[in-house]
């Protein structure tokens, strides 16, 4: 393959995709790239034709990106960047974007080497960035990017921060490094300015609405669609809809907004995001609905985005919105019905190795036992949810378990579930053990550092099994040998995870179970603030450090 170096201006036509109403130039830019060995690029990375323009690798990954086919839209910038000049504006911006693409959809690719060779250090820092008056594409177009690819990850780690104190500087840097980077777009003329602006404010939308900022979600995606409809970045302004329209006082303005967006979609080839619009449509009326009628059709509109996305090939989409449907079946009176649709997801999820997934079909399946009046059923499927998995961890599995038990008194009284209903211990540790950990964990990184935890009626110290492990992502502790000593009511154990993430896995969860006390995670960057702690059923309790 001939090597070549693209030159930045002409990112100038980034906003092709997007501002362009024409289907056969959006089909053109997509065709080459979707599938690694077919079409163009198969051509192309065998040598047997000249590279394409950085402007075509980009906008065909923003088209791919907006018709909804997330890993396809990577592969341009895969072959932008192996193709462009190591290092440089090229390399900066499409690594960013690679990046960004990543965590927006849940991708499965590690950003930490992209963001450690941006300069992102994952600290809470205010992302200061110098706009020159005489700012050129080139040095403009991948600051926003980059900017916005910190903003992103600042804020991920916030969300995952169980500590307000903590998570606080998170959300701080993450709004100053969008504010910086909507600076930065501010800055440029024309249609190219206008869609990063949009762009920036559809991200500070998205990231109000996981922090529940609502205010935030409403002005930030209401003046991203008014730019978009002014410059017809149609695919953008039918996101917006989306994100809009459950937030609308009257349905009948969320009901025009979802029609208009599931038309644009489809439009555009964006399956998921259309089924999402028929989604929401039904969602709204189950939610505003006041009879049992209102939950039942809501709840057949949601099934059929669901059966949509299964024909689609959209398994994973199809299953959660089986599931959400299921719940309303449930509340609708419609048990069966809500116990059929909980069978397939159920089967999907367990295959993908969803836990979370796996936790909201088994708790919806509760909630249909329960409304159904099974108690033996209800009761078996309540055990197995709670010994299994960590549901205190999964929101909505969480809430929907709480639905099902209200009012059931005979739950409270059974043997084997009242222990569910007693209140939870606060659990104690000194601080002299609390920076040993933190210690150990920085020391060990970026591999895993396991410990026991020892103590009679509080933690007082560790006892280190292992300061590092071969690989990042795993530890092996060698605990089973030491199981045969004295065990003490309260002691656990607790590891790190160099990831970030403090949620337990499936072998944690496991190793969670042989110990009485408390189990803890410390999760990178080490701090009091990313320590959590759980119960041998994998809940969280609450920690008091003294």
Not at 452 to 467: A, F
């Amino acid at each position: 393959m001939t090597e070549w170096c693209p030159d930045l201006s002409l990112l100038e036509s980034t906003a092709l995709p997007v501002r362009c109403g024409n289907l056969v130039t959006m089909d053109r830019l997509c065709t080459p790239y979707e599938g690694r060995g077919g079409g163009r690029l198969g051509r192309l990375l065998r040598g047997r034709r000249s590279a394409p323009a950085t402007h075509e690798l980009l906008a065909a990954s923003e088209a791919l990106e907006l018709k909804g086919s997330f890993r396809e839209a990577l592969v341009p910038l895969e072959h932008l960047l192996e193709a462009s000049c190591e290092g440089g504006a090229v390399n900066a911006y499409a690594a960013a974007r690679f990046g960004l693409l990543t965590l927006l959809h849940s991708l499965p690719a590690d950003v930490r080497p992209i963001a450690s060779a941006l300069g992102i250090d994952g600290r809470p820092s205010r992302g200061r960035q110098n706009w020159p008056s005489d700012a050129t594409l080139d040095i403009v177009l991948p600051a926003v990017e980059r900017l916005l690819l910190g903003s992103l990850l600042f804020h991920h780690r916030a969300v995952i921060i169980p500590s307000e104190k903590e998570r606080g500087p998170y959300l701080m840097a993450s709004k100053t490094w969008l504010d910086n980077a909507m600076t930065g777009a501010r800055m440029l003329e024309g249609a190219i300015g206008d869609h990063h602006v949009a762009r920036c404010l559809y991200m500070s939308g998205v990231m109000a609405g996981e922090v529940g900022d609502l205010g935030t979600v409403i002005a930030a995606m209401t003046e991203c669609r008014a730019i978009s409809e002014r410059r017809r970045f149609s695919g953008l302004g039918a996101l917006c809809a989306l994100e809009l329209a459950p937030l609308m006082n009257e349905r009948a303005a969320g009901d025009a907004l979802l029609t208009s967006a599931e038309t644009e979609l489809k439009r555009l080839g964006n399956t998921v995001m259309s089924y999402e619009a028929l989604f929401l449509k039904g969602l709204i009326i189950c939610t505003e609905g006041s009879t049992a009628r209102d939950l039942s059709d809501g709840a057949d509109l949601m099934l059929k985005a669901a059966c949509g996305l299964d024909g689609g090939g959209f398994f994973d989409e199809g299953a959660r919105k089986r599931l959400e449907a299921a719940l309303w079946l449930s509340r609708a009176g419609r048990t069966d019905d809500a116990l059929l649709q909980v069978k397939d997801p159920l089967r999907h999820l367990r295959r993908i190795g969803d836990v979370e997934g796996v936790s909201l079909a088994m708790a919806a399946g509760f909630l249909a036992l329960i409304r159904k009046g099974d108690r033996r059923g209800a009761k078996r499927t309540l055990l197995g949810l709670v010994l299994k998995y960590p549901v205190k961890q999964y929101r909505d599995a969480y809430e929907v378990l709480k639905e099902g038990v209200s009012g059931q008194e005979w739950l409270r009284e059974d043997p084997d579930t009242s222990e569910m209903f007693k209140d939870v211990p606060v659990h104690v540790i000194e601080r002299g053990a609390v920076n040993e950990i933190i210690s150990r964990a920085k020391d060990a990184y970026p591999n895993e550092f396991g410990a026991m935890l020892r103590g009679i009626d509080r933690i007082t110290h560790i006892e280190p099994i292992l300061d590092s492990a071969s690989g990042r992502a795993v530890v092996m502790f060698s605990l089973f040998d030491r199981l045969s000593q004295r065990s003490i009511s309260g002691e656990g154990v607790v590891h790190s995870h160099p990831s970030g993430s403090t949620r337990p896995s499936g072998a944690d969860l496991q190793m969670f179970s042989r110990f009485p006390g408390i189990n803890i995670i410390i999760g990178f960057p080490f701090t009091e603030g990313t320590m959590t702690a759980y119960d041998r059923l994998g809940n969280m309790v609450e920690l008091d450090i003294v």
